[in-house]
């Protein structure tokens, strides 16, 4: 077997292995969604006393449901953000993303985040106390406390409001909520005393959600759920691991629980989306997930240190919340400029992270002076190939070369026999006297595996490729190119496949067929190998990916088009001034003849009578 073919076939297959295999031996878990009936059932025995302050509270759903309902709101209007603030518990559990739709259709519904108890995919974001010293559980407020508003009757990035409760025991709690012009809210918590001995009360933030989202992807290469920061070390859990986390009422037993020393955060991450609370950094805290299996609930908590109020005294905490799209940008600024230690942590950059940070950095920098993700992703890869050219350049040299010692090849062949040994050892002897390394010719294949993989993570995690267009039908580069050749990519006056579905597998759009051209194309810079097997593995290669990537983002698949095209061009060239010259049209027509032949000889075969 030519070990130039062998070696590109070894390494095309290694890379189809490494995209597959993942998806074949780790499928997502299907788990069923409780849907809303099923939750509301879900509920714990009122009989029996929460034995944990920040435990939901043991109240029958639709009573939960009237108290949300009834509470009085005070609205937020910001540039990214619209919703409201629920006096129940002081709840942020009304909030949508103004700027990001949830399709593309037109007059489809902005992105919600947040939503009140009694609906669908209930989530919110509450601020309380814990009692301690000097103070009864009923004396401080809770995430089911009705607060007063004290100031303010519109949350924008230029007038915060005040809430404020009085437990009529000398002790009146404030909570003064901000938010800035992107999505960053702010909650002085304080404490005032006026009674006549010292008290003592911890602060805390919970973030919980109602059930697991009901848009769950569950998808091998993105991470849902859980996310945190403790000391420098980030934690990612799936819902499905934190249920592990069971709280346990009567016994009070806690699964997952860090004892923060000195800076982090923790909350829920989506898709694009995420909601964390963040304590003052240098500051201990107790961070702690938590799963409520009665109820279906995740809950995220953040418990400060305890404070002692003297009397004639107060004392204030603040703690962030974060709830909004995970843009770069927003989040790299609370990281530097805010003082969020490994906030941009957050964006799920996977195992590849030293890929993917700096291959974002570059779209995302090359974006902002084009202002087109499209044209930025092929001008990245004019930018990716320069950078391992000087690699790919010593491999071509090396298939170069190759190639100008076929003949010789063929000649010791001959000469070997069917005596393997003597075969190989040949090869060897030739290569070292020619000083070629039959290996390298798998080098610009295997270089591309991690950044292949590096810029699918990036083009499917991050918001910002997510509804970008580039030209004509390709509106979003986050999804598979919705063109298709059922309709003869829109020719016909029907539609094509919905983007997932197995039809649009098989009648796939404009790209994945381009891609599929200049697979085909580039095999052809070499003559076809003369072994029957690797005829047939190169003749279906670039058609079995073309069906393959077909599903995937456009934006990846036109990366791996743009790396086929500058491929081409580079190994042709390459090539040609090493002596070299790869004739592509006079391998299209021997490709083309060898397959009349072989059908002909076929056709004689069967028409043979049988002995």
């Given at each position: 077997?030519?070990?130039q073919?062998?070696?590109l076939?070894?390494?095309?297959?290694?890379?189809?292995?490494?995209?597959?295999?993942?998806?074949?031996?780790?499928?997502?878990e299907?788990?069923?969604?409780?849907?809303?009936?099923?939750?509301?059932?879900?509920?714990?025995?009122?009989?029996?006393?929460?034995?944990d302050?920040?435990?939901?509270?043991?109240?029958?759903p639709a009573?939960?449901?009237?108290?949300?309902?009834e509470?009085?709101?005070i609205p937020?209007?910001?540039?990214?953000?619209?919703?409201?603030?629920?006096?129940?518990?002081?709840?942020?559990?009304?909030?949508?993303?103004?700027?990001?739709?949830?399709?593309?259709?037109?007059g489809?519904?902005?992105?919600?985040?947040?939503r009140?108890?009694?609906?669908?995919?209930?989530?919110?974001?509450?601020?309380?106390?814990t009692?301690?010293?000097?103070?009864?559980?009923?004396?401080?407020?809770?995430?089911?406390?009705?607060?007063?508003?004290e100031?303010?009757?519109?949350?924008?990035?230029?007038?915060?409001?005040?809430?404020?409760w009085?437990?009529d025991?000398?002790?009146?709690?404030?909570?003064?909520?901000s938010?800035?012009?992107?999505f960053?809210?702010?909650?002085?918590?304080?404490?005032?005393?006026?009674?006549?001995?010292?008290?003592?009360a911890r602060?805390?933030?919970?973030l919980?959600?109602?059930?697991?989202?009901?848009?769950?992807?569950?998808?091998?290469?993105?991470?849902?759920?859980?996310?945190?920061?403790?000391?420098?070390?980030?934690?990612?859990?799936t819902?499905?691991?934190?249920t592990?986390?069971?709280?346990?009422?009567r016994?009070?037993?806690?699964?997952?629980?860090?004892?923060?020393?000195?800076?982090?955060?923790?909350?829920?991450?989506?898709?694009?989306?995420?909601?964390?609370?963040?304590p003052?950094?240098?500051?201990?805290?107790?961070?702690?997930?938590?799963?409520?299996?009665?109820?279906?609930?995740?809950?995220?908590?953040?418990?400060?240190?305890?404070?002692?109020?003297?009397?004639g005294?107060?004392?204030?905490?603040?703690?962030?919340l974060?709830?909004?799209?995970?843009?770069?940008?927003?989040?790299?600024?609370?990281?530097?400029?805010?003082?969020?230690?490994?906030?941009?942590?957050?964006?799920d950059?996977?195992?590849?992270?030293?890929?993917?940070?700096?291959?974002f950095?570059?779209?995302?920098?090359?974006?902002l002076?084009?202002?087109?993700?499209?044209?930025?992703?092929?001008?990245l890869?004019?930018?990716?190939?320069?950078?391992?050219?000087?690699?790919?350049?010593?491999?071509?040299?090396?298939?170069?070369?190759?190639?100008?010692?076929?003949?010789?090849?063929e000649?010791?062949?001959?000469?070997?026999?069917?005596?393997k040994?003597?075969m190989?050892?040949?090869?060897m002897?030739?290569?070292?006297?020619?000083?070629?390394n039959p290996?390298s010719?798998?080098?610009p294949?295997?270089?591309?595996?991690?950044?292949?993989?590096?810029?699918?993570?990036?083009i499917?995690?991050?918001?910002?490729?997510r509804?970008?267009?580039?030209?004509g039908?390709?509106?979003?580069?986050?999804?598979?190119d919705?063109?298709?050749?059922?309709?003869?990519?829109?020719?016909?006056?029907?539609?094509?496949?919905?983007?997932?579905?197995?039809?649009s597998?098989?009648?796939i759009?404009?790209?994945?067929?381009?891609?599929?051209?200049?697979?085909?194309?580039?095999?052809?810079?070499?003559?076809?190998?003369?072994?029957?097997?690797?005829?047939?593995?190169?003749?279906?290669?670039?058609?079995?990916?073309?069906?393959?990537?077909g599903?995937?983002?456009?934006?990846?698949?036109?990366?791996?088009?743009?790396?086929?095209?500058?491929?081409?061009v580079?190994q042709?060239?390459?090539?040609?001034?090493?002596?070299?010259?790869?004739?592509?049209?006079?391998?299209?027509?021997?490709?083309?003849?060898?397959?009349?032949?072989?059908?002909?000889?076929?056709?004689?075969?069967?028409?043979?009578?049988?002995k």
């Amino acid at each position: 077997m030519n070990d130039q073919n062998r070696n590109l076939i070894l390494a095309t297959l290694l890379s189809f292995a490494v995209i597959m295999s993942w998806t074949l031996l780790f499928p997502p878990e299907e788990i069923p969604l409780d849907t809303p009936a099923e939750v509301a059932t879900q509920t714990a025995d009122p009989t029996v006393p929460s034995a944990d302050p920040i435990a939901p509270a043991a109240t029958a759903p639709a009573a939960a449901e009237e108290a949300a309902a009834e509470a009085v709101r005070i609205p937020i209007e910001t540039p990214e953000l619209t919703g409201s603030i629920s006096m129940l518990g002081g709840r942020i559990d009304d909030l949508a993303l103004t700027g990001y739709r949830e399709t593309l259709d037109e007059g489809a519904p902005i992105v919600r985040l947040l939503r009140p108890v009694g609906e669908q995919d209930a989530y919110f974001a509450s601020f309380g106390w814990t009692a301690t010293d000097g103070l009864d559980v009923t004396a401080v407020p809770g995430p089911d406390t009705t607060w007063s508003v004290e100031s303010g009757d519109v949350l924008t990035p230029t007038n915060p409001v005040t809430l404020v409760w009085d437990n009529d025991a000398g002790q009146i709690f404030r909570t003064e909520i901000s938010v800035d012009d992107r999505f960053m809210f702010s909650f002085a918590q304080s404490v005032e005393n006026a009674g006549e001995a010292a008290v003592a009360a911890r602060p805390y933030g919970i973030l919980r959600r109602h059930g697991e989202p009901s848009d769950l992807k569950r998808f091998f290469i993105l991470h849902e759920g859980l996310v945190r920061m403790s000391d420098g070390e980030l934690d990612e859990t799936t819902y499905r691991k934190i249920t592990d986390h069971r709280f346990d009422e009567r016994e009070r037993t806690q699964a997952d629980r860090i004892e923060v020393q000195e800076s982090g955060w923790i909350g829920y991450t989506d898709h694009y989306w995420m909601t964390t609370m963040i304590p003052e950094q240098g500051t201990p805290f107790r961070s702690t997930s938590k799963y409520f299996e009665a109820r279906n609930l995740f809950q995220a908590e953040a418990v400060m240190p305890a404070s002692t109020i003297a009397p004639g005294e107060s004392v204030t905490v603040v703690t962030r919340l974060f709830a909004g799209a995970k843009e770069w940008d927003a989040i790299r600024d609370y990281e530097r400029e805010g003082g969020v230690g490994g906030f941009l942590d957050s964006i799920d950059w996977g195992w590849f992270f030293f890929l993917t940070k700096p291959i974002f950095w570059l779209l995302h920098t090359l974006n902002l002076y084009i202002g087109n993700m499209g044209w930025s992703i092929l001008v990245l890869t004019l930018i990716l190939k320069a950078i391992v050219l000087p690699l790919a350049y010593k491999s071509y040299v090396s298939m170069a070369r190759m190639k100008e010692l076929q003949p010789e090849m063929e000649k010791l062949k001959e000469r070997a026999g069917e005596d393997k040994q003597a075969m190989q050892q040949g090869m060897m002897k030739l290569y070292k006297e020619n000083k070629v390394n039959p290996a390298s010719g798998c080098l610009p294949i295997l270089l591309q595996i991690p950044i292949f993989f590096s810029l699918y993570k990036v083009i499917f995690v991050t918001i910002e490729l997510r509804h970008a267009p580039w030209i004509g039908w390709i509106d979003d580069l986050s999804a598979p190119d919705p063109s298709s050749i059922i309709n003869l990519f829109g020719l016909l006056p029907w539609g094509a496949p919905d983007p997932g579905s197995i039809l649009s597998l098989i009648f796939i759009g404009i790209l994945p067929i381009f891609l599929g051209v200049s697979m085909w194309m580039q095999q052809k810079l070499n003559p076809a190998p003369t072994d029957a097997t690797q005829q047939m593995i190169f003749a279906w290669m670039p058609w079995v990916f073309m069906f393959m990537l077909g599903g995937f983002a456009s934006g990846l698949v036109l990366y791996w088009i743009a790396n086929n095209i500058i491929t081409f061009v580079q190994q042709y060239a390459i090539m040609r001034s090493h002596g070299a010259k790869p004739d592509v049209f006079g391998n299209i027509k021997s490709s083309l003849k060898r397959k009349k032949a072989d059908a002909a000889k076929a056709e004689k075969a069967a028409s043979k009578p049988d002995k």
